[in-house]
């Protein structure tokens, strides 16, 4: 169970040793107890790119300012085009719980019905798009406003109205159905009473009707035509017969006999003028319908091509003699013809889903829709004994009357989509229920993975062991890559389940040990657990010893938290923190041996006495330390090396400062109060601006720099060590050093 990635990329973010990882600092193994999945935790300090992590395995795909390169056990490769990560990110600035319901609610029951649910919406989408393609294609109906759709509206029993409506709302465009109910729908098509019997109908007829219905209409004017207005005119059969002539006298304009019997005494312009001249008498005679009648029935090109009706012969006689019995015939045929296809239109409807399980999957889903929800009982229990139980709101879980699915409700309002302030919550409230959502929602994803991006950031003590467990029970199917500067973190997960993730610490430095650096077991213990530091520092199993490579700068490093144990481990009238705090503090004259010290505190004797001043702390060489075997301890050993040079960097500050600006120094002084009495002035004094920036400068630096040697208030000698990055801690020395020059210049001007 291990990921091995062999880049990452994210512009300019990471350090050049991304882009070719090995395993050896691209291995992220997850440690896995009794559960399909398993956790790993990368311990990452502000600003090594943490986030940026979280937002490369995010992408969806490969650029060249963003991706990244895996292999999993079973040597795949993985990139942003797998999809395999879900991301958690800070719920800060979530406004609002997104998705759906079953996004969230996975208990075996609405996992079925929401399967059937998606089959039968999948099953509905597919008849529909499918329905229309036919109609479009079988019987050129793609528009409400089709003449063959609008005859099923002539047709008032109600069967016949419900079949308009649903296939009116299946071919339009902007709805597709969607506005069908799908129970009435379905109950309507299993009513055989429901469903026409077309006639048997000429293939040839049908076809022509169909094609005529969307072309030339003339169908449509046929049975719309009122007989009884059509005026009687014998001329009307000329009409026809001046334009074929007219045609043959314009084609052919210079012949000297006529074209048909070879007469010579022939004169086609006088001809041709009679024809056009007669042809627009009998035109011009007859009344305005019978007039539509001829251009747009008799006329019709397409009754040239095809007429298996014989609606040509049929209207021109009736026009020429008056005989209304053919058409009336006619009509009556065609009608026929209109009402047995769209009765096929219709019964398409009714074969919609054959060859489908809809009718089962419908069934059963509404079998399953008439019962109460179900949860898995730890979902429940998650939902009504861990989420509720900290938000002093009920969210409830009920069934949408109208739509059939489950709500998640906080009071009468619905959670998801829900904008944070109208929810009434406090921010840590709001926080943690975007929180716990996010991770039932990564608990139902199918992607393999599952990164939190800092998931307890935001949050307080009340909320932090919550989101462990949590963390823990929720995921354990999934593999879980749970980024974070926070040791707290680290130790919970560890309280929630001993020994339940493998420790990773992220370097991002120029020219550094870059990558996923892991932490070995021994020193996750020492991290998370105070007892077992305490018991190194005892060198119980002769575990220390051996791996100090220089005794003296060990003991020098270890002044400051030996200063902080003596606080709170010995009694009161013991001057061990009184003679330490001689040796931190400018105003220790003389040096004290530290090994006596040493073994009062931890029991272990170093035998050969050790003597420490302020002076030999300020005389270090910070480039040349060598504390511990770094093959044994890393983590411990760089933790050592970086809290001596705050140690030392404190002492020099405190050391210039005093010698500087003539301070009398004494062992209630804190470099809080020497940075103050070193630069206090008034705006009218001389210098003012100088000793304002450098006493802005100090003061910004001393919470750090006395957080690394006062370990009274919280005995962890990790942090704030293990916060700071190797480019980082340089810079802070070039920039304290760089300053205190400044001072130094600044203060003999003054002076002079």
């Not at 406004?95 to 996004?103: A, C, R, V």
């Not at 001829?294 to 014989?310: G, Q, T």
């Not at 060598?626 to 044994?632: F, H, N």
Request: aromatic fraction near 10%.
């Amino acid at each position: 169970m291990r990921l091995v990635f062999s880049s990452i990329i994210n512009g300019a973010i990471f350090e050049p040793e991304f882009q070719a990882l090995t395993p050896a600092n691209g291995t992220i193994e997850f440690k896995h107890l009794n559960t399909p999945g398993g956790i790993a935790v990368v311990y990452a300090p502000n600003g090594t790119g943490k986030s940026s992590i979280a937002k490369v395995l995010d992408a969806e795909t490969t650029t060249t300012s963003m991706s990244f390169s895996a292999t999993d056990d079973a040597g795949i490769t993985l990139g942003p085009e797998s999809h395999k990560f879900h991301i958690i990110l800070d719920q800060i600035n979530r406004n609002i719980i997104p998705g759906k319901e079953t996004d969230y609610l996975i208990g075996q029951q609405i996992r079925h019905e929401y399967e059937l649910r998606d089959r039968i919406n999948a099953a509905f989408v597919e008849a529909f798009t499918a329905l229309s393609a036919k109609y479009k294609s079988d019987f050129k109906v793609s528009k409400v406003r089709d003449f063959l759709l609008s005859q099923i509206n002539t047709l008032r029993t109600e069967s016949y109205q419900k079949s308009y409506e649903y296939i009116r709302s299946i071919i339009n465009t902007r709805t597709h159905g969607n506005d069908i109910d799908q129970s009435d729908f379905i109950s309507f098509i299993r009513n055989n009473a429901n469903c026409p019997h077309p006639h048997e109908i000429e293939p040839q007829k049908k076809t022509w009707l169909i094609t005529d219905a969307s072309n030339a209409k003339i169908v449509e004017k046929i049975i719309n035509l009122n007989h009884n207005v059509i005026i009687v005119n014998n001329e009307i059969i000329q009409i026809e017969r001046h334009d074929d002539a007219i045609t043959l006298l314009k084609k052919y304009p210079y012949l000297d006999s006529c074209i048909v019997c070879d007469n010579h005494d022939f004169n086609g312009n006088m001809i041709l003028t009679r024809k056009v001249e007669n042809r627009k008498r009998i035109y011009d005679s007859l009344d305005q319908n019978t007039r539509e009648l001829l251009d747009k029935v008799v006329m019709d090109n397409s009754l040239i091509v095809s007429d298996p009706f014989r609606i040509k012969q049929i209207i021109s006689a009736f026009i020429a003699g008056g005989n209304a019995a053919e058409l009336i015939a006619l009509q009556s045929e065609l009608n026929i013809y209109v009402h047995a296809i769209v009765d096929e239109m219709i019964v398409a409807l009714f074969h919609c889903f054959d060859g489908t399980r809809l009718f089962q999957d419908f069934d059963e889903y509404n079998a399953l829709v008439a019962t109460q929800p179900q949860l898995d009982s730890e979902e429940l229990l998650f939902i009504e004994d861990v989420i509720n139980e900290n938000i002093g709101k009920d969210i409830s879980i009920i069934r949408d009357p109208d739509s059939k699915n489950y709500k998640l409700k906080l009071g009468n309002n619905d959670l998801l989509g829900m904008d944070r302030g109208s929810m009434e919550l406090s921010s840590g409230e709001q926080n943690f229920i975007s929180l716990a959502f996010e991770l039932l929602m990564a608990r139902h994803s199918t992607k393999e993975y599952v990164v939190l991006d800092d998931p307890i950031s935001s949050f307080d003590s009340v909320y932090k062991n919550k989101i462990a467990y949590c963390i823990i029970k929720f995921l354990e199917n999934k593999k879980q890559i749970v980024l974070t500067h926070n040791i707290d973190l680290i130790r919970l997960l560890n309280v929630q389940l001993n020994n339940c993730f493998n420790l990773y610490i992220l370097n991002n430095v120029e020219h550094g040990n870059n990558g996923f650096i892991p932490v070995g077991e021994y020193e996750k213990k020492l991290l998370i657990n105070l007892h077992e530091l305490i018991a190194l520092f005892q060198n119980k199993n002769n575990c220390l010893v051996p791996a100090i490579r220089n005794r003296r700068q060990f003991l020098m490093s270890m002044v400051p938290f030996m200063r902080g144990y003596a606080h709170i481990a010995i009694d009161q009238n013991d001057d061990v923190f009184g003679q330490l705090s001689g040796i931190m503090h400018g105003y220790g004259t003389g040096g004290i041996d530290v090994v006596p010290i040493y073994k009062k505190l931890f029991g272990y004797d170093f035998g050969a006495s050790e003597a420490i001043s302020v002076d030999d702390i300020l005389n270090i060489n910070y480039n040349q330390l060598d504390i511990l075997d770094l093959t044994i301890f890393p983590l411990l050993g760089n933790t050592l090396k970086q809290t001596l040079i705050y140690y030392y960097l404190r002492m020099k500050v405190e050391k210039e400062l005093v010698d500087s600006f003539g301070i009398t120094a004494h062992d209630m002084d804190t470099l809080n109060q020497i940075i103050q009495r070193a630069f206090r002035c008034e705006e009218t004094d001389p210098g003012y601006e100088q000793k304002r920036k450098f006493r802005v400068f100090f003061t910004s630096r001393k919470t750090l720099l006395n957080e690394f040697n006062h370990f009274e208030g919280n005995m962890n000698i990790f942090q704030p060590a293990i916060d700071i990055t190797q480019a980082a801690l340089q810079k802070e020395i070039t920039d304290i050093e760089s300053e205190l020059a400044a001072v130094r210049l600044f203060a003999v001007n003054a002076i002079t």
